[in-house]
T-cell receptor
């Protein structure tokens, strides 16, 4: 089955710096790669996603890149702010159908210091 | 309404008790999910329902019994649980329109098994 590895497990940056989180996946059938943010005591919420037919996607300060050949994808956050502090999970979905069999990475705890 | 509502928020039960977790969404989503999340770990998929039929059971012990009475409701029946089953149980839903899409998570039910 699918296995997703995520690095680093913790990341500490100064406000205004960039943050990069990297993930690798094992199942070449995976075709959907979302990123979820989970603040302490809150539900996971989607921040950005990318499908296997796209190499890069941007949404304001957040971008995701996908390298299908190498089976890795990355989250880039620019101009970080204290409210970006949270746990970020990458995920991969090998499901061919409409529902999601999301397999999550272990998570990255991002701390943005003012 | 873009919310997934879970009840109860907190539940304490003994190993001989029978209890149920409930989940409701009114977004017209046809896929619904149960995830289990231990502290400082990623969500782990338990069950997926697609169009009210069980599509995925990730080898979950039979002491967890899911039920999907209709397209808006998802239950998780609990019986003879073990202390190691203590966790946050997250319900989620998605549209199921032929390709994977965003999962909308509820706030979770925090379960403690004594």
């Amino acid at each position: 089955g699918e296995n997703v590895e995520q690095h680093p497990s913790t990341l500490s940056v100064q406000e205004g710096d960039s943050a990069v989180i990297k993930c690798t996946y094992s199942d070449s059938a995976s075709n959907y790669f979302p990123w979820y943010k989970q603040e302490l005591g809150k539900r996971p919420q989607l921040i950005i996603d990318i499908r296997s037919n796209v190499g890069e996607k941007k949404d304001q300060r957040i971008a995701v890149t996908l390298n299908k050949t190498a089976k890795h994808f990355s989250l880039h956050i620019t101009e970080t702010q204290p409210e970006d502090s949270a746990v970020y999970f990458c995920a991969a979905s090998p499901t061919p159908g409409g529902y999601n069999k999301l397999i999550f990475g272990a998570g990255t705890r991002l701390a943005v210091h003012p | 309404d873009t919310e997934v509502t879970q009840t109860p928020k907190h539940l304490v039960m003994g190993m001989t008790n029978k209890k149920s977790l409930k989940c409701e969404q009114h977004m017209g989503h046809r896929a619904m999910y149960w995830y289990k999340q231990k502290a400082k770990k990623p969500p782990e998929l338990m069950f997926v329902y697609s169009y009210e039929k069980l599509s995925i059971n990730e080898s979950v012990p039979s002491r967890f019994s899911p039920e999907c009475p209709n397209s808006s409701l998802l239950n998780l029946h609990l019986h003879a649980l073990q202390p190691e089953d203590s966790a946050l149980y997250l319900c989620a839903s998605s549209q199921d329109l032929g390709s994977p899409g965003e999962l909308f998570f509820g706030e979770g039910s925090r379960l403690t098994v004594l």
